[in-house]
């Protein structure tokens, strides 16, 4: 149900139709207009919370408008009941009803027309397309924002009117009911017309794509960004747009499902999406030589197709998981990886990806990650450590998360630390999303932490000044004022409208980023570096409480490769007691962590190594696995990435060249395959392919 409130709003939306035919049949007025309201607000509720039952209602055929009906015929089954079938209201109960059941089929088509007509073949941000298309603004929120509900709830007014009419026997007040739910649903239907005829209508398809491949052959992308997945796998895409905006030739984004355009961050990065195979394969791309690819997804051969592109599968985080080296991967022309490691996982794995396609690039996403400077050692520092296990994943492999066995464990041992060090606890969102024991485990840490903190802002040892944290909070609420105030507004109506309007404001998202490093700094600087936190919003970013601490605590996910760009020492649980070396055999990320057994005995190990760097027995070894897992520090990340486009850029192009070479010796009816002998094809060192076909 998603909370307790929307199970209440349930139980009483399904126990209101019975007690509605008991209130009915009695028949008791008050009672039915009782039951009548507790149903119509809860199936308001309901609804506004988009919650799961209504969801599935309607696959049982107890959808929205069967539930308005039978409310509207027990309503009838009232009046018959009264005694008031011979009555005027009750014919005209009846002629209102199927009058307003008449208005729906037009509002109904009228609304998919509209929906229909102004969903694009290609929606897009960060394109021009004002100016080679004119796209008429959508029609008012009001009308198509939730249209089906809000047309089926203009009966209130004649529900309640025929009530109050059978309550007062007097049919006037029931035949003004009647009068003004049918003028009201006839308004709302010709107010739509408008917007199914002459200019307001949105262009046709093929006018939307020529104005986008007008546009592709001014920009002329290079590289493209490729996409598709589901609304969970936004993030995936989301990680590398920092990237394509860094990048030295002209970068494009193409995606294949609107759910992920609506929910990818914000880009000066020009964004196309194209829903439709054979509107892709038809889009000019004729200058893009280099195609990156952040999943293996079967949509990702409409793109795969295209010759005169290189290909590159740059995938979305560095782990030790199988599908870090999933066979489909021999279909790219370059695997890209972080570092050695991602290299030696193919080779090991032996799925067919040759070491020669293999290119280390590093991370770039981990660019903001800080790395342990001499100042976090100073004498009177006192050390960070943060907390941030991942979730209890979809099994109940002890192994997934420390939170059920040693979550506790490693935060009491962390609060009793003599020297003192604070806690900072960053679970993953998910957290007890499907465990009620990883849920009450994340509940009683939260206790704990919380309780540490009020007894630490107790104790007199710990001092703070109140007037720089009165100035961090001020200068907190005046950045949020300004997010808030640059956020809104946002809202572009509905696709249509998005695409026409939806080139960014460059001042305004470098603003937007600036004030969110401002907000960053506020918040950290709000309260005593001495304070244990509970963090489990989207801010702080987790990489910003990587740079204010000086150890972690994790699991075995990602996370814990990202913190290794720090060269903090770290900790990794072993929930599954395998063993520190078995552990370390089957986890490339740990083999440089201190290793902890459910009980966090050997906290005590990296407490020490925090305390004192040139006695941490680790340091060695971290350096050697973060080259190891991410690639060398110099040059940079976004170097090599760079470095790797414009070097398999020059290779397409050269293929390119060689093809029209080719094409040129065979003369202009000869396939290109067939122009040269098929020896001749490692002049250029690429072959067209035609063999494999």
């Known amino acids: 149900m998603g909370s307790a409130a929307e199970l209440a709003a349930a139980v009483l939306m399904l126990l209101g139709f019975p007690c509605l035919m008991l209130a009915a049949l009695v028949p008791s007025v008050p009672a039915f207009a009782a039951a009548a309201a507790v149903t119509y607000l809860a199936d308001h509720y309901l609804h506004r919370r988009g919650s799961y039952l209504v969801n599935r209602l309607s696959k049982v055929r ?64 960060n394109v021009d397309l004002a100016s080679r298309i004119r796209i008429p603004d959508a029609p008012p929120r009001v009308l198509t924002h939730r249209a089906a509900e809000k047309m089926l709830h203009l009966d209130l007014v004649a529900v309640g009117g025929i009530l109050l009419a059978a309550a007062l026997d007097s049919p006037l007040v029931g035949f003004a009911g009647i009068g003004v739910t049918v003028l009201l649903g006839t308004a709302y239907v010709l107010a739509l017309v408008p917007y199914v005829r002459g200019r307001r209508i949105p262009p046709k ?28 796998s936004a993030y995936q895409v989301n990680m590398w747009l920092e990237t394509m905006e860094q990048l030295d030739t002209r970068p494009l984004v193409i995606l294949r499902e609107r ?32 195609a990156l690819y952040a999943a293996n997804v079967g949509k990702n051969i409409h793109l795969l197709r295209v010759p005169t592109m290189k290909h590159v599968f740059i995938g979305h985080g560095d782990s030790d998981k199988l599908a870090s080296v999933n066979p489909f991967s021999k279909v790219y022309d370059e695997v890209w990886t972080a570092g050695r490691a991602g290299r030696d996982r193919y080779a090991i794995a032996d799925v067919g990806v040759r070491d020669d396609d293999i290119v280390e690039v590093g991370r770039p996403q981990l660019a903001p990650i800080e790395p342990r400077r ?190 290794i760009a720090s060269g903090k020492p770290y900790a990794v649980t072993d929930s599954a007691g395998l063993g520190a070396e078995e552990f370390k055999r089957q986890n490339t990320a740990v083999r440089a962590a201190v290793i902890l057994s459910n009980d966090a005995a050997a906290l005590t190990e990296l407490l020490d190594a925090v305390r004192d760097p040139q006695a941490d027995p680790l340091a060695g070894e971290r350096d050697e696995l973060k080259r190891y897992l991410l690639g060398p520090d110099e040059p940079t990340s976004l170097e090599q990435f760079n470095a790797a486009v414009a070097q398999l850029a020059r290779k397409a192009e050269t293929r390119n060249l060689g093809q029209e070479s080719r094409t040129v010796v065979g003369g202009p009816d000869v396939e290109p395959a067939d122009a040269l002998p098929p020896q001749a094809a490692s002049v250029t060192g690429e072959t067209d392919g035609t063999a494999a076909n």
């Open 205 to 232: 398809a093929d006018q939307v794509l020529e104005a986008v491949d007008d546009w592709l052959r001014e920009y002329r992308p290079e590289t493209v960004l490729y996409f598709s997945g589901s609304r969970d």
């Open 259 to 290: 759910v992920i355009l609506a929910n990818l961050a914000p880009t000066t990065v020009p964004v196309v999406c194209v829903p439709g195979g054979v509107h892709l394969m038809n889009l000019d791309l004729s200058t893009v030589r280099v």
């Open 374 to 563: 001499a100042a976090d050692a100073a004498e009177g520092h006192r050390p960070t450590v943060l907390y941030a296990p991942t979730w209890e994943g979809w099994d109940d492999n002890p192994g997934n998360t420390s939170l059920l066995l040693a979550g506790e464990n490693i935060v009491k041992r962390l609060i009793a630390a003599d020297p003192p060090v604070r806690v900072l606890y960053k679970p993953h969102p998910f957290t007890g999303t499907r465990s009620a024991q990883a849920k009450a485990a994340h509940q009683r840490i939260t206790e704990l932490i919380e309780q540490a903190a009020a007894e630490r802002a107790a104790d007199p040892r710990f001092t703070a000044d109140t007037t720089a944290r009165d100035r961090a909070r001020a200068e907190l609420a005046r950045v949020e004022a300004r997010l808030a105030e640059l956020a809104g507004g946002g809202d572009r109506g509905d696709e249509a409208e998005a695409s026409r309007d939806g080139v960014i404001d460059v001042a305004r998202y470098e603003e937007t980023a600036r004030l969110r490093d401002a907000w960053n700094t506020a918040y950290w600087n709000s309260f005593p570096d001495w304070e244990h936190r509970v963090i489990t919003g989207a801010q702080p970013r987790l990489y910003d409480c990587f740079n204010v601490s000086d150890a972690m605590v994790s699991d075995i996910s990602s996370v814990v490769s990202d913190f």
């Open 62 to 125: 107890a959808g929205l408008s069967i539930r308005f009906l039978i409310r509207q015929l027990l309503l009838i089954l009232l009046l018959a009941r009264l005694s008031l079938a011979d009555n005027l209201i009750y014919y005209g109960a009846i002629a209102c009803f199927i009058a307003f059941y008449g208005l729906q089929a037009p509002h109904g088509a009228l609304t998919t027309l509209i929906r229909n007509r102004r969903r694009m073949p290609v929606a897009t941000r």
